[in-house]
């Protein structure tokens, strides 16, 4: 009976920081600014037969709509109502998602902008995603409904009212992000008005949330709200399911508040994570892959089960945020296409895949002056994602989560899962290979000349094909082929002018 108790307790701990994922599978992606019709397609046609475990939606509430500049992807974190009704779709077509998803095995994430509502600076009106009136002078939104005593104005001690000094924690909660109404989250009314939101969410089978702007709200406010929240709908999930939880904090050090401040509420973006690895595969400040022996907490990262981790997210792949330059993304196709295999082979944190629009960027003096371009549109109404025979999509939407390469590492975390990380090799420079246990093994080649070696693999002896240079498809390669010794030992040779320089293999792709 004790152990029951004690294992019931700690199955309740581990709650929030768990992910309901169906069938194990160990990576989500982040399907940015999408309509909810085109998810509910692509988790039926691509993520469920290619082992996604769930997909973080835009947000999913009534937004303030801008029109100078033109429909910016960011008027989507200000809020206006709670009402589920924004250019991805309205209810009906939210709800029709989260169940074609769930029924498929694949969870549905919400991006919820909970910290404020609209910009301080935003005409009065209803210029807004379903026509909800708003006056953010006198802080009123009465679809929600909040007034003026909802809001932080008074406790704010800045004199522009806006956050100043994030050196401050106190500013960093209780002023405007970038001018964004704060909302007054100590208020009960706040909190329960936030939590029936939430709830309303998970009545329709959401698995969890990424907490939008975590650090500019009290830990304790947090968890007050999130401790009203209900249990994941037994639909899909088992009895007592707590909703996962990911807070946004953007912590690389140097500032009073940390990501450990938030570990109480559930889990948290790991942004050192994509900053570092960017360093690392650009070569940068004599940064080398040989480093990344200890990748992960010995990189001074947060404990691995607290930990979302990605390579880049909507914000700091243009610029937004925090991160820098450092940062890969998909217009670095190659070196990202490394980074991504790097993450999805590694086994620290909890994978997100994130999955892009195309936007004309334009640099003036280092800046992206178009990195407000919203997402692909007609006359303001996002356009649907439409699939190439390849399997490429098409009408602006990039897809890295359909690249061969992304796809297929994520197939191999899923049968890697559980395994250690072990047969670390390097040659002290930037080639380096590692396995997961005795079911996978990758193989990178950074450097400007080839690798040509022997490697330990742990794997079985056999015939197994490379899933980054090709698939596995009616028992024969369609890439690279690899053969494994009953020694375990494998020949690799990878030309540092290779498309892409890497080899990977699994148990699942072995003939
Ligand atoms: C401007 C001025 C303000 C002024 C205000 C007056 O900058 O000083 O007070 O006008 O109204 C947009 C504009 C921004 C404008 C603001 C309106 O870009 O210039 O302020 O609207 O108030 C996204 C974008 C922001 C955008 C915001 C709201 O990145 O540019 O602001 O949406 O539309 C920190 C946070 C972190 C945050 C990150 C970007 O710690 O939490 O900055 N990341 C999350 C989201 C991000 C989103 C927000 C938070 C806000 O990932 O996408 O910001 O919800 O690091
Ligand atoms: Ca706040």
Known sequence: MRLFLLLSIL???????????????????????????????????????????GVQVSPPNENVVINNPSRPWWERYQPISYKICTRSGNEDAFKDMVKRCNDVGVNIYVDAVVNHMCGNGVSAGTSSTCGSYFNPGTRDFPAVPYSGWDFNDGKCKTSSGDIENYNDVNQVRDCRLS?????????????STVADYLNHLISMGVAGFR?????????????????????????WFPEGSRPFIFQEVIDLGGEPIKSSDYFGNGRVTEFKFGAKLGTVIRKWNGEKMAYLKNWGEGWSFMPSERALVFVDNHDNQRGHGDGGASILTFWDARLYKMA???MLAHPYGF????????WPRYFENGKD???WVGPPNDNGVIKRVTINADTTCGNGWVCEHRWRQIRNMVIFRNVANGQNFT???????NQVAFGRGNRGFIVFNNDDWALSTTLQTGLPAGTYCDVISGDKSDNHCT???????????AYFSISNTAEDPFIAIHMDAKL
């Not at 992606?29 to 469920?48: K, M, Q, S, T």
Request: proline share 3%; with cysteine.
């Open 179 to 191: 001018g964004l109404l704060d909302l007054a989250m100590e208020k009960d009314y706040v909190r």
């Open 423 to 429: 047969n670390w090799w390097d040659n002290g420079s």
């Open 340 to 342: 991504v295999g790097f």
């Open 11 to 53: 199955w309740v701990c581990w709650a929030q920081y768990n992910p309901h994922t169906r069938n194990g599978q160990t990576s989500i992606v982040h399907l940015f600014e999408w309509r909810w019709d085109d998810i509910a397609l692509e988790c039926e046609r691509y993520l469920a037969p290619n082992g996604y475990g």
């Open 479 to 489: 890439g690279i082929e690899i053969y494994v010794g009953s020694d375990g030992l």
């Open 351 to 358: 994978t997100r895949v994130m999955s892009s629009f195309r």
């Open 369 to 371: 002056v178009n990195d």
């Open 211 to 235: 907490i939008d702007a975590s650090k500019h709200m009290w830990p304790g406010d947090m968890k007050a709200f999130l401790d009203k929240l209900n249990n994941l709908s037994t639909n």
